[in-house]
């Protein structure tokens, strides 16, 4: 959650055109490599531009956490920008943007990942900092504690006095009784206090051993180049043990869970959390287009239905927590000042239920189609989406080769399909309900 402005920027420089019969020829360009110490580099030649894209995916977030030690994968988003035994605190900045790159990085449940977007000319530079940040970052204490306090400041912002944020955390934590995607990703108030630099230096050597890291790249590179590079800089890095995988598995949920939250405010809000598959189901590209159908646009069935027709809403959105192991499938609902949740839940329900029993309808089908499509070839059109998706199907969706086949596997859906996989998570006995109930401001909730 670095910089986020400099994210919007380099996203809007960074985009050749792209067609689907150029997508599809793609998958031949793209080499990949795995080397001694277990880090994996894939290339994607692409040279519209003379730039290049590379996200670093470190198998690390809240997934991997335990009680106690909450927050830690965040929080190492932040510590890799600050320094090494080499270059020094804000060397990797001043360095980068000196040559005219940026960077950035978020964490999810699942993963951590780092983005570098630069001119293809700073490549070499680039491998060199991102190999000496892996294999040598520095602990000062003064700089994790000056981070412990942009963590605490963040969280505030973002969750404490985020009412959907704060809902949403504790709608996730009642979701899972054993498996730690019950923690949020930031952390907990009390273990982000609470680490010392014993815990972080465990947690990195566990879980930034090269075996557990897969760099992208995507632009204006060639395998040969890219390549080559990563034996020389990334090569060297010691081997480690792998971290520990995640055996908890989730039990099977019985009954509908509830969450209430009574704070100060005039907006209610109303969320649904099902039980939903791991990113890898095969049942995948039918779970998008159910929620699509359901939430995405003014033309989706929620939307029209609670928002424009019987004004229950003025807000539906939702999402598909695409994890390592099977997660949540979200519908989140703003509801006008006075409402009643429960009422609007009764309504919401009432058309889950029609759904179910009819299925989606073959203009429903066509358009989550269209909007899948549409998605997919606007995040190709660019080198930073190319890379994403490199990342992203090799880790979540079956490796990298999977991408190229993806359009192929939305068009080829059913109404049957996307029926089945509605009825395997739009059950009430596996979601959990959170309302929040606001109280008149200045009376005390």
Request: with cysteine.
């Amino acid at each position: 959650m670095k910089r986020l402005a400099s994210l919007a920027v380099a996203r809007d420089a960074l985009c050749p055109p792209a067609s689907p019969a150029s997508a599809a020829m793609g998958r031949d360009a793209v080499r990949a490599l795995t080397l001694a110490n277990g880090i994996k580099v894939i290339v994607w030649p692409s040279g519209a531009i003379p730039n290049v894209a590379l996200n670093n995916w470190v198998r690390v977030g809240s997934r991997n956490e335990t009680r106690g030690l909450t927050g830690l994968a965040h929080f190492f988003e932040h510590m890799m920008f600050n320094g090494t035994a080499r270059f020094g605190p804000g060397e990797f900045d001043r360095l980068m943007e000196g040559r005219g790159g940026a960077s950035n990085a978020f964490t999810t449940d699942d993963v951590t990942v780092y983005q570098d977007w630069f001119p293809s000319e700073a490549l070499e530079l680039v491998f060199e900092l991102e190999a000496d940040r892996i294999a040598n970052l520095s602990f000062i204490p003064e700089l994790v504690e000056c981070e412990r306090r942009v963590v605490r400041s963040e969280r505030r912002l973002c969750v404490d006095d985020n009412p959907a944020a704060l809902l949403s955390e504790r709608v996730q934590a009642a979701a899972f009784v054993a498996h730690p995607y019950r923690f949020p990703t930031i952390g907990l108030p009390s273990d982000i206090a609470a680490w010392r630099l014993a815990d972080l230096r465990k947690f990195f050597r566990a879980y930034y051993a090269p075996s557990n890291q897969t760099l992208a790249l995507a632009g204006d590179v060639t395998p040969e180049q890219a390549l080559a590079l990563a034996r020389k800089y990334l090569a060297p890095i010691a081997r480690r043990e792998p971290p520990p995988p995640v055996r908890v598995r989730e039990p099977q949920q019985l009954g509908e869970r509830r969450v209430v939250l009574r704070r100060k405010g005039r907006t209610p809000l109303l969320q649904y959390a099902y039980k939903a598959p791991a990113a890898g189901d095969p049942r995948g590209p039918a779970v998008r287009l159910l929620l699509a159908v359901l939430v995405e646009g003014d033309a989706s069935r929620l939307h029209r239905l609670l928002v424009e027709e019987r004004k229950l809403a003025v807000e539906v959105a939702g999402d598909w927590h695409e994890g390592f192991d099977p997660g949540l499938f979200w519908l989140h609902l703003t509801l006008p000042e006075g409402a009643d949740p429960l009422a609007v839940r009764d309504a919401l329900d009432a058309e889950l239920a029609r759904l179910l029993e009819r299925g989606v309808t073959p203009a429903e089908l066509d358009r989550a189609k269209s909007l899948a499509a549409a998605a997919h070839f606007r995040q190709l059109a660019t080198i930073d989406g190319k890379a994403h998706l490199l990342g992203e199907y090799e880790l979540l969706r079956g490796g990298w080769r999977a991408l190229f086949d993806a359009p192929a596997r939305y068009d080829a859906l059913t109404r049957a399909q996307v029926q089945a996989a509605a009825r395997a998570i739009l059950d009430p006995r596996r979601r959990t309900v959170g309302m929040l109930m606001p109280t008149e401001p200045g009376r005390r909730a």
